[in-house]
């Protein structure tokens, strides 16, 4: 079974520039999850989709970031102006289930997109 | 709200040694728990879990037990290996299937 596919895998770019990442989840999971880990520190969720609807983004700066959905099934995160702040792997996750109740099941993480801001 | 307060790294070790990595939790109700590893260049990979009170959760020689009377889930090993060096991550997770990492406990064993 293939995991969860990111890219690009790094990303240098300059302070007030714009820039995009791309996330394919594992085949038949609903629920996607965009993570930032800053160096340090424990990954933080930023936004958590379930199929094309967005569940949680309490997390997400609104006025610079940004992510869609589109069918259900890849997702992209957006980040417009990049801030030097914004440096850090930004995870993608997915699961397999609903989010309500509980929610006991896995969720699978991707290799991450490592962000450099200058 | 949900945290999670892990031990400070790095952790440095030699091959065989016994490992301890202490994670307590706060939490309102009763969370799963869970421990994550990153090896460098890599993404986070379960590496154990536990769903109730007094669960052991246990892989690749590596065990924790949900604690719920001190709030803890400590990672143990017997005998670590080189290969174990890497990123270990507590993280919680409550209603809405939403995970509340630690910050992450660096691991060095050296040979």
């Known amino acids: 079974e293939a995991g969860v596919a990111q890219s690009p895998r790094y990303k240098i770019i300059e302070k007030r520039q714009s820039v995009a990442f791309w996330c394919n989840p594992i085949?038949?999971?609903?629920?996607l999850y965009w993570y930032q880990q800053i160096l340090g520190q424990g990954p933080k969720l930023l936004i958590q989709?379930?199929?094309?609807?967005?569940?949680?983004d309490s997390q997400l700066p609104k006025d610079r970031f940004s992510a869609e959905r589109l069918k259900g099934v890849d997702s992209t995160l957006k980040i417009q102006p990049a801030k030097l702040e914004d440096s850090a792997v930004y995870l993608c996750?997915?699961?397999?289930?609903?989010?309500?109740?509980?929610?006991?099941?896995?969720?699978?993480f991707g290799p991450g997109t490592r962000l450099t801001v200058l | 709200g949900n945290s999670v307060t892990q031990m400070e790294g790095p952790v440095t070790l030699s091959e065989e040694a016994f490992l301890t990595i202490n994670c307590t939790y706060t939490a309102t109700g009763y969370p799963s728990l869970f421990w994550y590893v990153q090896y460098p260049g890599e993404g986070l990979q379960l590496l154990l879990k536990?769903?109730?009170?007094?669960d052991k959760g246990s892989n690749k020689g590596f065990e924790a037990t949900y604690r719920k009377e001190t709030t803890s889930f400590h990672l143990e090993k017997g005998s670590v290996q080189v290969s174990d060096s890497a990123v270990y991550f507590c993280?919680?997770?409550?209603?809405?299937?939403?995970?509340?990492f630690g910050a992450g406990t660096i691991l060095r064993v050296k040979s």
């Open positions: 996750a997915s699961s397999p289930v609903r989010t309500s109740g509980r929610g006991r099941n896995e969720q699978f």
């Open positions: 085949s038949g999971h609903a629920t």
């Open positions: 536990a769903t109730k009170a007094d």
């Open positions: 993280a919680l997770k409550g209603y809405g299937n939403k995970l509340v």
């Open positions: 989709f379930q199929n094309n609807g967005v569940v949680d």
